[in-house]
Structure formats: structure tokens, C-alpha cells
């Protein structure tokens, strides 16, 4: 997988052109294979990181961008970017963005059904990779978590207007929090206009140095290794059992990586 900073496209590995995608029967559907960091029983949405075109996508396919857009800062250190040496990875991420962008009324039905077909999965994370684009998007996983009240979803997100917006209205359900990603001060304002509101977190990138909204409370996924000063992920630590994201009443949570 090659990332061309200079020309912002990404090249898949070798494989990827044979993919197809027909978006009149495919069924999209969240990712419930878990992973090692956010665990079993979750389910995950996940869209192309970055605002990178994507090389070597077929049909309706061609030429579809990541879906971040204030990602300048932290696209060239994406945690997604690793998971991008798998060629099917990108291409089912590429099909949910596509889903999104043209189909939205189709995945959220086939969502609401698999949802209704899995009553065990009780903790929905959106966007593990990429972002909102629209309000369409943001309206659509807002009546998701309405239809489940039972569950819990959550995002981060940097696109703190659109989620401004929602959080405003009254629209983003008490089951659905939002957790606006800060670092540095990029962010901070815009969390603290909806600090008081119990389902909003900040969940703070702290590399070290000036860090704006200080808390004691740190993902226990990565610990720093003395030696050489880096975070390393404790593997026995995973989403679906810390929850402090999720549904605790800790407001603002910092991690060593993001
Ligand atoms: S860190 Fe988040 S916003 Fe930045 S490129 Fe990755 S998925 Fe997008
Ligand atoms: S603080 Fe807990 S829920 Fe949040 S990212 Fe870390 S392990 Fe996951």
C-alpha cells in the first residue's frame, strides 16, 4: 500500500482491480468480527480514511476519497493506515463510502436489520476509520441509535460543526455519545461549548507536549514504555470492556496514541 503525499492518492496492493461491487444487491452491514482493540460484540463502521483517492477501484467505485476532511494534521499518522496492506480492507471500506454517499436510505435499512438480527451486539462504534461527511450522515446514525435505545453508539469525530449542529437540536439520543477528538488546542473550544452535556467526551491525543485540557484519566489500551518513550498497546485491554468512551461519566479521556 503506497500513500503519495504529493499526489494524495493511495495505491493498493496488487489484487484489488478484480474486486466488484454491484450496490443493487449488496448488503451492507456493520463489521462484527471485532478486533483486537475494540473486542468481541461490537459492532464497527468504517469508511476510507484521509482525503486520499483511492488507485485502482473498479465501476461505480472509481475514484472514491477518503472520507476525512480536517485531517491535515493527522492523516500522515492515521492508526487506520497499517490496516491498509490488506487489499479487501480498503475495497469494503471504499463500498461503505460509496453506501453513504449514494444509497444512505439502503444501508440504513440493511443496518437497522442486522442490528434487529444480532441482539447480543449491544456496542456500535462508527467510523473506526473515517469520518461524517454530511448531516445526512450524522441524521441517519442519529435515528440508528433511536432505534436502538437499548444499545450504545459512539464516534469520534473532527467534525465538530456537524456534530455541533445535532448536539444543538437535541437530536443526538442519550445512548449515542460523541466524542470530539482534541489535540493540542485544535478542538478544545469546540468540546467545551458541549461539555455540559453528559453524552459529549473529549478524548484527547497526547504526544507529549502541550496539552490544553488536562485530565488524570488515560486509555489503558496504550501504556508508555520507559525505555524508549513510546506508547505500546496492552493487548488484553479492549473497547468493549473498558467502555470509558462509551457510557462512563469521565468527560475527558487522553491517550499516548491515536
Ligand atoms: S486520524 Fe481520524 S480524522 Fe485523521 S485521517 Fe485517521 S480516521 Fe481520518
Ligand atoms: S479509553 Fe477504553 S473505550 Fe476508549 S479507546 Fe481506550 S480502551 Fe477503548
Keep these: 500500500m ?5 499526489t494524495k492518492t493511495i495505491t493498493p496492493n496488487a489484487g484489488i482491480a478484480n474486486l466488484t461491487f454491484d450496490p443493487d444487491t449488496y448488503k451492507y452491514h456493520f463489521s462484527l468480527s471485532g478486533n483486537i482493540k475494540v473486542g ?39 492508526y487506520v493506515r497499517a490496516s491498509y496492506r490488506y487489499p479487501n480492507v480498503i475495497h469494503s471500506q471504499a463500498i461503505n463510502a460509496w453506501g453513504l454517499r449514494h444509497a444512505i ?13 444480532h441482539p447480543k451486539v449491544n456496542i456500535i462504534r462508527i ?10 450522515q450524522m441524521a441517519m446514525w442519529c435515528r440508528l441509535a433511536i432505534k436502538f435505545p437499548e444499545r450504545k453508539f459512539y464516534i469520534y469525530t ?8 445535532f448536539l444543538d437540536n437535541g437530536d443526538v439520543p442519550p445512548n449515542f455519545t460523541v466524542l470530539f477528538s482534541v489535540w493540542h488546542d485544535v478542538g478544545v473550544k469546540e468540546y467545551e461549548k458541549y461539555s455540559h452535556l453528559p453524552n459529549v467526551k473529549a478524548f484527547v491525543y497526547d504526544d507529549g507536549e502541550n496539552m ?25 485491554v479492549t473497547c468493549g470492556t473498558c467502555r470509558l468512551c462509551i ?12
Design 212 to 236: 490544553e485540557l488536562p485530565t488524570k484519566c488515560y486509555c489503558p489500551a496504550y501504556k508508555i514504555i520507559e525505555k524508549s518513550g513510546k506508547a505500546k498497546m496492552d493487548r488484553s
Design 158 to 165: 473532527k467534525m465538530y460543526d456537524i456534530a455541533g449542529k
Design 40 to 78: 468481541r460484540n461490537v459492532a464497527t463502521w468504517s469508511t476510507p480514511m484521509g482525503d486520499y483517492t483511492i488507485e485502482g477501484l473498479n465501476g461505480v467505485l472509481k475514484g472514491t476519497k477518503g472520507t476525512c476532511k480536517n485531517c491535515k494534521a493527522c492523516k500522515s499518522s492515521c
Design 2 to 6: 503506497l500513500f503519495h503525499e504529493d
Design 247 to 258: 457510557d462512563s461519566k469521565v468527560p475527558v479521556i487522553a491517550c499516548h496514541d491515536h
Design 127 to 136: 467510523n473506526q476509520s473515517g469520518e461524517i461527511e454530511n448531516d445526512r
Design 105 to 117: 436510505k439502503k444501508v440504513e435499512a440493511d443496518l437497522t436489520e442486522q442490528l434487529e438480527n
